[in-house]
């Protein structure tokens, strides 16, 4: 136990780094392209904002919080998403007296106890984005964009992207009934939770993982029928932004999320081959959160894609960067009495910017000229004894074999050309 990690959690290793990093600068790249701001909120907030600010009655706040009780008896849970903390911010920092709207994205570990697997950990990596204070369809468009274009970038094919509205507060009453007397004969069918949904939430039945329950929900009578004028038109305006922008999407109407402050637009991106994991982006409009955690009632939206899925994505594409890791230069030092001649060299070079590596453990001349190989050294330097005699050293480059004698005092104007 002490030597393998909690279960649901992976370390990240240096070859795997490069990947995290590739996706981490594609993501900022592309949000400052888009003009939003990162905002690093704390990985612990009072679980209170979590029960507000993703809802008692979610399958998150149920079941998957890391809650605990600290020193000084505060209730407290690791994130397991960053929207409420972002709109927690947005309130305490006061940016609603900002011109709107407000742009935020954050990258960073979320917590949730879920059920293991591939795509599916404890501590997982959300990339997001929040914007604050807009009503129009124009800003849900402008996101969706972004997420597109972070995946296309990426050169990520088959994905796919869904859309719908779950209307708001006016007009989901309505489909409330409709739905609880569409499902009503088979209420003995449905799931434990879907049994306790139906009076609850109804509309997340239709959010149900379990097959059989999916199932029944096919024909469901669907929200678009029962929105209210003003979410028809903002429905309307998104699908036309979309369209303008030669965005494909389907419309999909059981992508719901069952609470009071989602409204109108809800949207996934998809990546089929994961399976129950597919799920690479969701997000949509919250027009009631803000004021459900205490702040002034504004307007958001938002979305999270899970960075590791992405990942799985990327690799299964085979697009995940290959370039291999290199140094400019490996120092060669076959004799300890002049190590500290090689260690100033070294240290010299890497003060010039130079990626200057040298052997340790005052290894064989063969040794070191292996692990220089190892590190992929594009130039090596040895400091030989005859050569040393003369205040000289060797200098070769490793891909042409090519090796010329300089002076030591040369070392760095040599090597920045080389480089
Ligand atoms: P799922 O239905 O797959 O559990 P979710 O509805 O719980 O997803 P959201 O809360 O909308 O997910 O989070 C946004 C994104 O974060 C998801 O689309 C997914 O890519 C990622 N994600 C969510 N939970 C996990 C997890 N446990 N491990 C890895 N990624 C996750
Ligand atoms: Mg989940």
């Not at 800003?139 to 972004?146: G, N, P, R, T, V």
């Not at 009071?260 to 969701?282: M, R, W």
Request: aromatic share 8%; proline share 5%.
């Amino acid at each position: 136990m002490l030597t393998t990690a909690p279960r649901g959690t992976k370390d990240i290793m240096p070859a795997d780094v490069k990947a995290w990093r590739y996706l981490e600068e594609t993501m900022r790249r592309i949000c400052a392209q888009y003009g939003y701001k990162e905002i690093r909120t704390p990985v612990f907030e009072h679980t209170e904002l979590f029960l507000r600010g993703i809802g008692e009655t979610t399958d998150v706040v149920e079941k998957e919080m890391y809650t605990f009780t600290d020193r000084g008896n505060r209730s407290i849970t690791l994130r397991p998403e960053n929207t409420a903390s972002a709109v927690r911010a947005y309130i305490e920092h006061k940016l609603y007296a900002e011109p709107a709207p407000t742009k935020l994205f954050y990258i960073g570990p979320m917590f949730r106890y879920d059920r293991p697997q591939a795509g599916r950990y404890r501590q997982f990596h959300q990339f997001g984005i929040e914007a604050l204070g807009i009503q129009g369809p124009n800003i849900d468009a402008e996101i969706i964009l972004l997420a597109v274009q972070i995946l296309q970038s990426l050169g990520l094919k088959d994905l796919k992207l869904k859309i719908n509205s779950v209307g708001c507060p006016k007009c989901r009453p309505l489909h409330r009934e409709k739905l609880q007397a569409f499902f009503k004969p088979h209420f003995d069918e449905l799931c434990k939770d879907c049994q306790s949904r139906y009076a609850r939430n109804p509309l997340r039945l239709l959010d149900c993982k379990n097959p059989h329950c999916h199932e029944l929900g096919d024909g469901a009578p669907s929200l678009e029928e029962c929105l209210c004028d003003e979410c028809r038109e903002h429905f309307e305006g998104l699908k036309k932004l979309l369209t303008a922008a030669g965005i494909e999407y389907e419309i999909d109407h059981n992508l719901v999320r069952g609470l009071d402050y989602y409204t109108k637009t809800a949207f996934e991106i998809q990546y089929q081959p994961l399976g129950a994991q597919s799920a690479v982006c969701g997000g949509g409009r919250y027009d009631g959160l803000i004021e459900e955690v205490g702040g002034p009632a504004t307007p958001g939206i938002g979305f999270a894609m899970g960075m590791e899925r992405v990942l799985l994505a990327l690799e299964s594409q085979n697009l995940l960067p290959a370039e291999m890791e290199s140094m400019d230069v490996f120092a060669v030092c076959p004799n300890q009495e002049y190590f500290p001649t090689v260690f100033k060299t070294v240290i010299d070079l890497r003060r010039a910017g130079l990626k200057a590596e040298f052997d340790f453990q005052g290894r064989s001349m063969k040794a070191q000229m292996k692990q220089a190989n190892k590190v992929n050294a594009r130039n090596v330097l040895i400091f030989g004894e005859d050569e040393f005699a003369r205040g000289q050293v060797v200098l070769r480059n490793m891909a042409t074999s090519e090796q010329k004698e300089i002076a030591i005092t040369d070392i760095i104007t040599n090597l920045q050309a080389e480089v």
